[in-house]
């Protein structure tokens, strides 16, 4: 079973470049809702003897996300800027990717529309939402493949985690944790800055840190499959 936080979204923070920089967006991020949008002509012919038939002709994918605004996180900055929310045309323009658990990746152009932020009772956090509209057919990859993390207090200044699913015969796993860790690319090569995992034994890691664990091929260390969490270590 898919679960909803299997998937990552990401935006392109340096749109005019000819490479993206690409910022999660993830943190504050309460719901998403993605639909194809898709354009149906409905027919009625002879042939069909009353019965009709439809066909899809096109369609635009659209990505909506709502949660509340954090400030400091790098995505909503590019989003909430000033000069992107309140111009128009090419001002709104950008790149954007979606990850499913099942392994795969959604990039394309799109247009960042209907970027709202609502008031409420003081004490609540500032409600946010925005559309991403894909511009044109997007480009569908093989994408890193999505691990489930737990992290539960180990002995003094370590985390005992746990991994669902399991480890892929002929792979093994390697972390990396700090204050922020990014996550891994499909088949990128994790040896520096990477520590070799058994599985098994406590993780010497910071209470409030980032840990990634990725799973990768035995042969040439290339990422195939990787996950994040936050450490709760032990005291």
């Known amino acids: 079973m898919d679960i909803n936080y299997g998937y990552g979204f990401f935006v392109d923070t340096t749109p ?5 920089t690409w910022a999660e967006v993830a943190n504050g991020i ?26 899809v002709t ?16 790098a995505a909503q900055d590019f989003i909430y800027n000033p000069a992107l ?15 499913s ?7 394309g152009p799109c247009t960042l529309a209907n970027i709202e932020s609502s008031g409420g009772d003081s004490t609540d956090g500032t409600a946010i939402s925005f559309d991403v509209k894909f511009n ?28 669902t699913p399991g480890l892929t015969a002929g792979n093994e796993y390697v972390y990396k944790t700090a204050v922020t860790v990014a996550m891994p690319e499909l088949n990128e090569v994790l040896t520096e800055g990477w520590t070799a995992w058994n599985g098994a034994a406590q993780i010497p890691a910071t ?22 969490v936050i450490v709760s270590a032990g005291v």
């Open 85 to 99: 929310r309140y111009n128009f045309g090419d001002s709104r323009k950008t790149r954007f990717k979606f990850t």
């Open 136 to 163: 044109g057919k997007p480009t569908i990859t093989n994408a890193l493949g999505f691990l489930l993390l737990t992290s539960a207090p180990g002995g003094t200044g370590a985390t005992v985690v746990t991994v």
């Open 207 to 228: 209470s409030g840190d980032e840990l990634v664990i990725a799973e990768v091929t035995s042969a040439g260390q290339m990422a195939q499959k990787a996950g994040k």
């Open 30 to 55: 309460e719901n998403f809702d993605k639909g194809m949008n898709e354009v149906v002509n409905d027919f009625q012919f002879l042939s069909g003897k009353g019965w009709g038939s439809s066909e």
């Open 101 to 107: 658990p099942g392994g795969y990746a959604i990039t």
């Open 16 to 20: 005019q470049a000819e490479s993206p």
């Open 58 to 73: 096109g369609g635009q994918l659209v990505i909506t996300l709502t949660g509340r605004r954090v400030r400091g996180d």
